[in-house]
């Protein structure tokens, strides 16, 4: 007789660690340069409005990108799933750069007003809604799905350190140059992360029905796919998928609960306080803090367990924080609730952020993302002119507790949902 060796079956191969990857790590540098432009770019839109006009033009033309990018968010998902998001981001990235070197030369050459750095902006919120929803869509082809929440952790650093670094450096750029310097700073920043990317290497996806060249409809017939067709197609996944419909309505319901305490209501309380604008910068560097720690954590580990019920924890925790933190007594006080929600947001906002990922189909990314960009940068930012009214009328209490109880609803939102509820990162 003779012996039939089987051959033992192939083990997966693990996917590298995105903190040890260079593929990762170059899309992180792209990603970091272009994030702290932006920053730079805003402090030099804000000096340049201000002194061009009176402050409620200022205002007007740092709110009219806005606009756009709400209008156009949706269009911007089909075109990066139907072109991929790598040639999106590096296009937009181009054009973003290009835009901000022209504004910066015509600043230098002379004092062309308002409505050049207006129409700067409008250039920026269409480019926006193009690059914001390919950002989303990029980590999956850059890495395996064991890692993708290992990624969140450190694109939230990465957002995190560009925060810190872009305000004094765009500062720095005023003080010596004027906006225009700055705006030269901002350009060379973005421009950067343009060979950064190119360099990078695309994951294939695999194959999936939503790649079909055409589909069929109901008579049979075989009817070319549209953009129209692929906006549709997106939006229906996202309806009748089970995770990714609750999951964006909890984020649509955190964020309502969030942003307006935490930008215009801490303002306003620290005013009513009397802690000044010194003691509204602590309180602002805890939350910073706290939401570091947690995408630091989430980068370290790599993933959690149980990260659907984690999520809904950490929002419902966090809410009763923003809830307390119209009655703290001290700065001090203030403070150390302010890490804490830092802390519960950022752990949330990265859980959540690493469901989106792993859940969604990667040839759908650019709409899903497209959907929770729109929540998040359309309709929350909505909050913020209500809470300063609200607590005009009622004070900072009645309104902090009310917008932690929004923002608590999305943490029983994916208690309520099982297949949420109940959601893992993968291993």
Same mark, same amino acid.
């Given at each position: ?19 040890? @990857? ?30 061009? #006009? ?38 937009? @990235? ?9 504004? +910066? ?7 062309? #007003? ?95 029905? *939503?790649? @079909? ?11 070319? $796919? ?20 609750? &999951? ?22 620290? @005013? ?11 309180? %602002? ?16 580990? #790599?993933?959690?367990?149980? *990260?659907? $019920? ?22 001090? +006080? ?9 802390? %519960?947001?950022? %752990? ?33 930012? &909505? ?43 993968? $291993?």
């Amino acid at each position: 007789m003779t012996a039939t060796v089987i051959p033992p079956a192939p083990q997966p191969v693990a996917d590298t660690p995105a903190h040890r @990857d260079g593929n990762v790590l170059r899309w992180l540098g792209a990603y970091t340069s272009s994030m702290i432009g932006d920053n730079v770019y805003y402090i030099a839109l804000s000096w340049a409005a201000v002194q061009a #006009g009176t402050p409620s033009q200022a205002g007007m033309v740092m709110a009219v990108s806005a606009v756009p990018r709400a209008l156009l968010m949706l269009g911007g998902g089909v075109v990066a799933d139907r072109f991929g998001p790598r040639k999106v981001v590096i296009g937009s @990235d181009a054009v973003r750069c290009a835009a901000v070197l022209a504004a +910066a030369a015509l600043l230098f050459a002379a004092s062309p #007003g308002l409505w050049l750095l207006a129409l700067l902006a409008v250039v920026f919120g269409i480019v926006d809604a193009v690059f914001m929803p390919a950002v989303g869509a990029l980590p999956a082809r850059v890495t395996g799905r064991s890692q993708l929440a290992r990624v969140q952790g450190m694109r939230g650093l990465a957002i995190r350190f560009a925060n810190v670094v872009g305000a004094p450096l765009g500062g720095l750029g005023v003080a010596l140059g004027g906006a225009a310097a700055a705006f030269g700073l901002a350009g060379m920043l973005i421009a950067v992360s343009v060979p950064l990317l190119i360099s990078v290497r695309m994951k294939e996806l695999p194959a999936a029905a *939503a790649d @079909d060249d055409a589909v069929g409809d109901s008579r049979g017939e075989v009817a070319e $796919r549209t953009p129209w067709r692929d906006l549709r197609d997106g939006l229906r996944y996202i309806r009748r998928h089970p995770v990714l419909a609750p &999951l964006i309505a909890a984020i649509a319901l955190g964020d309502l609960g969030f942003v307006g305490p935490l930008n215009v209501g801490l303002t306003l309380l620290a @005013d009513r306080r009397g802690w000044g604008a010194s003691g509204m910068g602590w309180v %602002l560097a805890g939350f910073g803090i706290g939401a570091g720690t947690a995408a630091l954590l989430l980068t370290v580990r #790599g993933r959690l367990p149980h *990260a659907g $019920r984690v999520a809904a924890v950490a929002i419902l925790t966090g809410s009763v924080a923003i809830g307390a933190l119209a009655y703290v007594p001290s700065v001090a +006080a203030a403070v150390g609730v302010a890490l804490l929600v830092g802390l %519960l947001a950022g %752990l949330s906002g990265a859980l959540c952020g690493a469901l989106l990922q792993t859940q969604a189909d990667p040839a759908y990314l650019g709409r899903v993302s497209a959907v929770a960009g729109l929540v998040s940068l359309g309709l929350a930012p &909505l909050s913020m002119p209500l809470t300063a009214a609200a607590i005009g009328w009622w004070g900072t209490g009645p309104v902090f507790v009310t917008s932690a109880a929004v923002c608590g609803l999305g943490g029983v939102l994916v208690l309520c949902f099982r297949d949420l509820r109940r959601a893992e990162l993968p $291993r």
